[in-house]
């Protein structure tokens, strides 16, 4: 067993085996893995907001979906990744308050998904698996060597997507 890589809010990395990615806490949040089953190379990063393009001066590219999911892809095929082997896996985007609203601010979870998916379908890399939504928050682990991505919710089993 390797080194267990954590990363923060906004922040993405990569992983090869025999290491494996976290990152803990996803709320309104997700998780999102690009991965190349052939050579194992994987990133994560774990996106807040949907979109930079709202956000003048934006310095932190892997707080949103639409350059945080760009630059991991750049940045695991640069690492070796095939392109047209890509494949992903996301998780996230919680309700995290509890009454109902139809005002999009308040439905960060559901547009972080959205756009999430939206960009992963630009890129042509399959989602294979995707637990979004609900409203508990989330604990992610994703292990190259096998693909398995890990879902640890409070008051649930740990279960695998």
Do not use: W
Request: aromatic residues 6%.
């Amino acid at each position: 067993m390797g080194n267990m890589i954590k990363i923060g809010m906004a922040e993405a990395a990569l992983c090869t085996p025999p290491d494996a990615i976290t990152t803990l806490g996803l709320g309104s949040c997700i998780g999102i893995v690009i991965y190349d089953p052939t050579t194992k190379i994987c990133g994560m990063v774990h996106i807040m907001l949907p979109d930079s393009t709202k956000i003048r001066n934006n310095e932190t590219r892997a707080k949103f979906a639409d350059t945080g999911i760009q630059d991991l892809y750049n940045a695991v095929i640069k690492a070796g990744a095939k392109k047209e082997k890509l494949v992903s896996k996301i998780a996230g985007g919680a309700q995290m308050f509890a009454f109902k609203s139809d005002n999009d601010m308040l439905r960060v979870g559901d547009r972080n998904a959205e756009a999430a998916v939206k960009k992963l379908n630009e890129l042509k890399v399959p989602i294979l698996a995707q637990d979004t939504g609900k409203n508990s928050g989330r604990t992610v682990e994703f292990y190259p060597e096998t693909g398995v991505f890990l879902v640890k919710s409070v008051g649930k089993p740990p279960y695998e997507i």
